[in-house]
């Protein structure tokens, strides 16, 4: 991402968990989403090294930006904006970009046509756990913001910097001397301080990071860290700048603090993953360890916090840990590993030991859970069980292999858990491989897919009066099945793409056939998957399609199977 960014003019940096983000100044909107668009294309398959298999790691990123005016309120509002434009992009499949502009209030996509977001439901970004760093920062820290903007020639302080030092919201032109004279400094400081700024001004160091005395609005005194970041134009002068204060003292209060809340999750007070890595790094490294270990993912989560509020999802979430917490005690380490999972470390069980148990938890959960909790409803489980023992020290790949497990239980109907074999590794490389074949077909002008047309036949003429366009994909000479390659194509969003062409194969096909003779009524079935109806401008592509190739609407007939109706996306 750096590489496709450039020094500079830019801040990029690793928000949390799989998530980056970057801030520029002074960029045309446009220039913005082509730079969204080549950093999505620059993570392609083959450039990161799989430290477990001789085959490259297969990502793809998904891109959500916003434009506002430069001002501390304005930061706040781009991340709330472009984190929802994540959440549309990750929403439609994979390996999106999504756009806000501000001007008309529409989301959009990469090539600027309005997303329909009004069938989709969101899941909250944030994690509680840093939702709950950034609350105790802001109550323990005593944290001031600012922001210098050379194009508006202005400082602007934060509301907590207004009252703690009696600071003024905006300074217009501000030089040196007027920044010295503002800022509540003792006066044996300032020389430092003036020094420090003037390094920054002249671009011979790019941040700042003082310790000052400081007088408060209540006049008391004490040591201050100013720490700042620079940012210059093409011509090395500064553009922009923005910096915080912490008091000192409360620097140590807070490391204490948020040490003791980083390792447990803010809803259930229980481990959370940081803790489970750290412990079990430690576990596996000793001798004589084995045992087994289980993750628990709550089905369809997302549907109790749509319809319910997250209210009542956090709710449940703190329902099942306790719950667990109480079956588990003496047994097995719990953990909540993520938003709606659990991680169980069985030490020292056998395989039976821990079926039994997770057999129970289940008949629990669908039974007598409703009759405690505030939703009439039971709770269902898709679960992955792992054996492991001291042979196995790399902790990664136990947990890659864990949620193999837990995925195959999610595809399986007929289980609720599953419990990992080595068959199941090679059906998920096998899986891996099979994208990474797919996306490059895609991206290569289709290759490998067709179109077979099945007739149909008028049972009162017995004449042949449409076809059905099935969608076919080969590699390697063999065909691989509809059922495996078009939920392949609709997890990562390429199905847009594919449909796309499908669409525009199939009128020129309809034209050819009508222009050599065929009935003018003819018609082509074509089947519609749900991502495809999020694009606002679904309809007018068709028509226009249709119009190109100089045809009917009644030429072309969309069907849309059952499972769009079912879709989420569209409640």
């Known amino acids: 991402l750096q590489s496709c960014v450039g020094p500079g003019i830019s801040m990029l940096a690793r928000k949390n968990g799989d998530r980056f983000i970057l801030v520029m100044f002074g960029q045309e909107h446009a220039k913005m989403v082509k730079l969204a668009i080549k950093m999505r294309l620059a993570v392609e398959p083959g450039q990161i090294e799989n430290p477990y298999s001789k085959d490259s790691l297969y990502i793809t990123i998904s891109c959500g930006m916003a434009t506002v005016p430069i001002t501390p309120e304005g930061f706040s509002e781009a991340e709330k904006i472009a984190e929802k434009c994540l959440l549309i992009a990750k929403a439609g499949g994979s390996n999106r970009v999504i756009q806000f502009d501000g001007r008309t209030g529409r989301y959009m996509d990469s090539e600027f046509n309005a997303v329909n977001t009004d069938t989709m439901s969101f899941e909250p970004m944030e994690s509680m756990e840093f939702e709950q760093l950034n609350n105790s920062i802001k109550k323990l820290g005593l944290e001031c913001s600012f922001m210098y903007s050379r194009d ?72 201050v860290l100013i720490r700042m970041n620079c940012l210059y134009n093409e011509r090395g002068n500064l553009s922009f700048a923005h910096g915080s204060m912490f008091k000192i003292s409360n620097i140590f209060e807070i490391s204490k603090h948020l040490d003791t809340i980083a390792m447990v999750n803010s809803i259930t007070g229980l481990p959370n993953r940081k803790s489970f890595y750290q412990n079990m790094n430690d576990f596996m490294n000793a001798p004589f360890n084995e045992g087994h270990m289980v993750i628990m993912d709550i089905q369809d989560f997302k549907s109790i916090n749509g319809m319910f509020g997250h209210n009542i999802g956090d709710s449940t979430i703190k329902k099942v840990g306790d719950i667990l917490t109480r079956m588990t005690k003496q047994k097995a380490e719990l953990y909540h590993y993520a938003l709606d999972q659990f991680v169980l470390v069985f030490k020292g069980t056998n395989e039976k030991e821990t079926i039994d148990f997770v057999e129970r938890a289940e008949k629990f959960f669908l039974t007598a859970y409703a009759a405690t909790a505030e939703l009439t409803t039971s709770i269902r489980f898709n679960i992955g069980i792992i054996y492991y023992n001291d042979e196995m020290k790399h902790l990664d790949e136990l947990m890659v292999n864990l949620d193999i497990a837990l995925q195959k239980a999610k595809r399986n109907s007929n289980e609720s858990f599953h419990l990992f074999n080595a068959a199941d590794k090679d059906e998920y490389m096998q899986r891996i491989n099979l994208e990474k074949n797919i996306f490059e077909a895609v991206q290569n002008n289709f290759r490998g897919f067709s179109l077979h047309y099945q007739p149909l036949y008028s049972t009162a003429t017995n004449e042949c009066v449409g076809a059905e ?85 009644h030429n072309i007939v969309l069907e849309i199977t059952e499972s769009v109706f079912v879709s989420e996306r569209l409640f």
């Open 469 to 553: 366009a099935l969608l076919r994909w080969s590699y390697a000479g063999k065909p691989v099945p509809p059922s495996v390659v078009i939920p392949i194509l609709e997890h990562n969003g390429w199905i847009k793409q594919v449909g796309n062409w499908i669409l525009e194969t199939v009128c020129k096909q309809c034209a050819e056939w009508i222009d050599g003779g065929t009935q003018k009524n003819f018609y082509v079935h074509i089947n519609l998957s749900v991502i495809q109806l999020d694009k606002q401008e679904f309809v007018d592509d068709i028509l226009d399609m249709v119009q190109k190739y100089g045809l009917e609407t």
């Open 152 to 223: 508006h020639q202005i400082i602007e302080f934060s509301k907590d910097a207004q009252e703690l030092f009696e600071m003024p919201h905006k300074v217009s032109n501000p030089g040196i001397q007027k920044i010295l004279e503002i800022l509540p400094i003792i006066p044996a400081d300032r020389g430092n301080l003036l020094t420090a700024l003037q390094e920054c001004i002249s671009a011979l160091k790019s941040s700042m990071e003082l310790e000052v005395t400081m007088r408060f609005s209540n006049s008391e005194r004490a040591r």
